[in-house]
């Protein structure tokens, strides 16, 4: 059986990569849901975080809404143009209450920056050819 779940190299883990994201990168707002992202040099995989402000609620909301966002990005993990890191910060639980929902709000903003792959094209990002 394959396990489940967002590998470890598919997600942000340094302070210094979450700093170089949010101060060094892009913001896009949507609906209930604000996204960073920042470019690297290298052509890995994308990698994710969701950054969670008390505010949203008490704790079994956060987490469950950190779970649905993981979720929807472990679930099209293989649309995410390479070399790109991707910072999530929900701001209403309402709007993402199920993963289809966490996966519309993503695709959305995603789309919005330009970072899904194209089938048709190669990976390149735009501004990176």
């Known amino acids: 059986m394959q396990p489940q779940g967002l590998p ?3 997600r942000l883990h340094l302070k210094r990569d979450f700093e170089r994201v949010i101060v060094g990168g892009h913001k896009i707002k949507g609906k209930g849901l ?8 290298d052509r890995q995989p994308a990698r994710f975080a969701v950054v969670v402000s008390k505010k949203l609620g008490p704790a079994v909301v956060r987490n469950r809404t950190k779970r649905l966002l993981r979720e929807a990005f472990r679930l099209n993990r293989k649309n995410w143009a390479p070399g790109v890191d991707i910072i999530v910060s929900p701001r209403d639980s309402s709007l993402l209450n199920n993963v289809h929902a966490a996966q519309d709000a993503l695709k959305s903003l995603s789309g919005k920056a330009a970072l899904q792959r194209n089938a048709q094209t190669s990976d390149v990002l735009p501004g990176k050819n």
């Not at 604000?34 to 040099?41: A, C, D, I």
């Open 8 to 10: 470890h190299r598919s």
């Open 34 to 41: 604000v996204l960073w992202y920042g470019l690297r040099p």
